[in-house]
């Protein structure tokens, strides 16, 4: 185990560019910082809610628990709900409440006007300014959640995580934040739906948290469309004109006759180690090193994306234009949150850091072998124009009047599935000393987890002092040997009614996650997710399988049909989990160990005996050896729905040899990503995708049919 942390100065021969970087106080312009009073909240209102349907009947709440405090008074923003049963569905749930002002609820959380910026009454985006003010504030508690292997269908990990954060805030008076990733409208129209949570556990308002927010994605788009079409214009004047010609294209004369090069050339020059900052003083070796990129075509990874599951543009030609003189070549989209730029976006730390990690991506090779940047092609100063203002996290609400960080939303099995890290250290300054930030980890914890504590905390510097795994009966039973769950059709007999056999076969799955996320040192607390039809024989045996397996606690949760309410005895295993937490954080291996070391360190993580390399996925790792990227964090890219390669091998497989098939990089982002088996960048559309449901209600405006 290790403790190292990744080099911040990362690749070693850009670690002087800033001294070079004449006009660096311009990127870096931060919001002042000022030092009166919060606001004053007294003019709060409780809020209360009834909503009735015909949805499936809730399950029975827990048995009452002997809360060890006195009733406490409730925050000015919290709303009491008045829940249904049957449970409406969840867009009734979110429609039939009245949002109270985002204003008022950065008040509670201690912020004041000058630390947000509106984006209509219910949405603000809170400036990275106020870390600067509160930089000496003490930490909260640190919660990840995950979950174990999941069906199609999802377990419940959102709710959970927006549910336990309710019965904190609303309940338990504690101060929390939640924090969440931005959903994509891929899933959202696709066959997932949205992510804001279900039940009487969600985000609020849901459709604006599911479609749109603040315009983050899309600005990822624009940044990731522009970089790709730097890319192709390239290399079509490169290809057009001699070394002179290029160079006094790329250093025009002004209308004094004098040359002179952008800020980004300069990056430019000091990675080619020429020390020269006047065009007309460079030799013409000097002038054909530094206009000519030379990039190769067959090399370029740089994809074109967009916020859409579209299958019929995974792969494409482009380049037929009568005007592109036959530069034709072959390449795809991906959907916009597989972007490197997602990545950049959530383990970025500050305005400058992001703009050292988006000048430094690698789109591909020269024709040399060696790696071409957003900077080498000038880009890279417009990416960070482009990302401004999606550096900062968005202040949200859920049901119960608790603040919610939304930031950031890369995939889990494709990426690192974690929100943002500038978001969780705004809140934890934010809840303080006591106070609690809890924080989403996509998937299972073989995933999620895996990559939230090997790659964002390394570079966030931040320790959880307690992991959550949630489970369902269904999860279970499915890995006991139960049939296969298939979005969009209905559940076999056995997930509807009690089958204590297959829940124990399955609780092997559970068993593995715990010990697994137990390496790292941290407390383990399990959530178990109720359904209606989960019996308290089965409930039982995923407890004291729990409790076998070593975990700090496991509690059966009903959030979904209760609220906060439903979720209590959850948040004070949670508190007792984080109050005995003392241990230092244990990684899974250490940055130094080369590429391949990395990797197999993972695979035994998962339970494989060893690791198979294609052909193509040595010469890559010898490639980034060489190329000096080696010392980064590996990002597997692997299904969700196995520890293994393979979906269907369910349960805890083991003795498994796990194929890499390619090793790719996001230098910028800062992992390396191998890639287990064939994994999709851009979705498809199912037969009947969610956008069937969804509609507008044209006399009030509000949505319908959202997920």
């Not at 006007?113 to 985006?125: I, R, W």
């Amino acid at each position: 185990m290790d403790v190292s942390v990744p080099p911040t100065n990362y690749p070693k021969s850009l670690s002087s560019i800033i001294k070079c970087h004449r006009r660096r106080a311009a990127i870096n312009n931060c919001h002042s910082v000022v030092s009166h009073p919060p606001l004053s909240h007294s003019n709060h209102h409780h809020r209360s809610l009834r909503v009735r349907s015909s949805a499936a009947v809730a399950p029975p709440l827990p048995p009452p628990l002997v809360v060890p405090m006195t009733t406490p008074k409730p925050s000015p923003t919290i709303r009491r709900l008045d829940v249904a049963s049957p449970v409406p569905a969840d867009i009734d749930i979110a429609n039939a409440v009245s949002p109270l002002p985002i204003a008022d609820i950065a008040a509670e959380l201690g912020l004041r006007p000058e630390h947000f910026d509106l984006y209509g009454k219910y949405k603000a985006k809170v400036l990275l300014s106020v870390l600067d003010e509160l930089k000496g504030q003490q930490d909260g508690y640190y919660v990840v959640v995950g979950g174990i292997t999941p069906t199609p269908l999802g377990e419940g990990k959102s709710t959970t995580t927006v549910g336990l954060c309710q019965a904190l805030g609303a309940f338990l008076d504690k101060k929390v934040v939640t924090c969440l990733r931005q959903p994509s409208q891929g899933p959202t129209f696709g066959i997932k739906g949205g992510a804001a949570g279900g039940g009487y556990s969600q985000v609020i308002p849901m459709d604006e948290f599911n479609l749109h927010l603040t315009g983050d994605i899309h600005a990822i788009t624009a940044a990731n469309n522009l970089l790709a079409a730097a890319i192709d214009t390239r290399i079509f004047h490169e290809a057009s004109q001699s070394d002179k010609a290029l160079f006094n294209r790329l250093c025009p004369p002004n209308k004094e006759g004098k040359r002179r090069f952008a800020d980004v050339m300069l990056r430019r020059l000091i990675k080619l180690g020429i020390s020269k900052t006047d065009p007309n003083e460079l030799t013409p070796d000097e002038v054909r090193r530094f206009a000519r990129l030379d990039i190769d075509p067959e090399s370029i990874t740089w994809r074109r994306v967009m916020d859409v599951n579209d299958r019929f543009l995974r792969k494409i030609t482009i380049g037929q234009g009568p005007d592109e003189k036959g530069m034709v070549r072959e390449t795809g989209f991906d959907i916009a949150v597989a972007s490197e730029i997602m990545a950049v976006l959530a383990l970025t730390t500050s305005l400058a850091d992001m703009r050292e990690r988006l000048g430094r991506m690698v789109i591909g090779n020269s024709k040399a072998g060696e790696p071409i940047t957003a900077d080498d092609l000038g880009v890279g100063g417009a990416l960070t124009v482009l990302m401004k203002d999606a550096i900062h996290p968005t202040l949200m609400q859920t049901l119960e009047g608790t603040p919610v960080l939304v930031h950031a939303g890369p995939f889990a099995n494709i990426a690192h599935g974690n929100s943002s890290i500038v978001a969780d250290k705004i809140a934890l300054k934010l809840v303080g000393k006591g106070g609690y930030v809890v924080t989403e980890a996509g998937f299972g914890s073989d995933i999620g987890t895996e990559k939230f504590m090997d790659i964002k905390c390394r570079y966030s510097g931040l320790m959880p002092q307690c992991a959550i795994i949630v489970a369902t009966i269904r999860a279970l039973k499915m890995h006991g040997g139960g049939p296969d769950v298939v979005a969009g059709k209905p559940l076999d007999h056995a997930y509807v009614s009690e089958n204590v056999a297959l829940v124990e076969a399955g609780c092997v799955n559970l068993a593995k996650h715990i010990a697994n996320t137990k390496s790292y040192g941290v407390n383990v607390v399990v959530a178990i997710n109720k359904f209606a039809s989960d019996t308290e024989a089965e409930m039982d045996v995923v407890r004291n399988a729990s409790l076998a397996a070593g975990a700090f606690d496991a509690v059966v949760c009903t959030h979904h049909a209760h609220g906060g309410k439903g979720a209590v005895d959850l948040g004070l295993a949670v508190q007792r989990a984080c109050e005995s937490q003392a241990d230092p954080l244990k990684f899974l291996y250490p940055l130094e160990s080369g590429i391949k070391e990395k990797i197999e360190s993972i695979a035994k993580f998962y339970g494989a005996s060893g690791v198979e390399y294609s052909e193509q996925a040595e010469k890559q790792i010898e490639m980034y050896t060489k190329q000096g990227f080696s010392n980064l964090p590996i990002c597997m890219a692997k299904t969700q729905y196995s520890f293994s390669h393979v979906p269907s091998m369910k349960g805890a497989p083991s003795g498994f040899v796990l194929p890499i098939r390619d090793v790719r990089a996001s230098i910028g982002a800062g992992f390396i990503y191998p890639l287990v088996g064939t994994m999709s960048t851009m979705p498809g559309l199912p037969t009947r995708p969610c956008f069937y449901e969804i509609d507008v209600d044209t006399a009030t405006g509000k949505v319908m049919g959202l997920s």
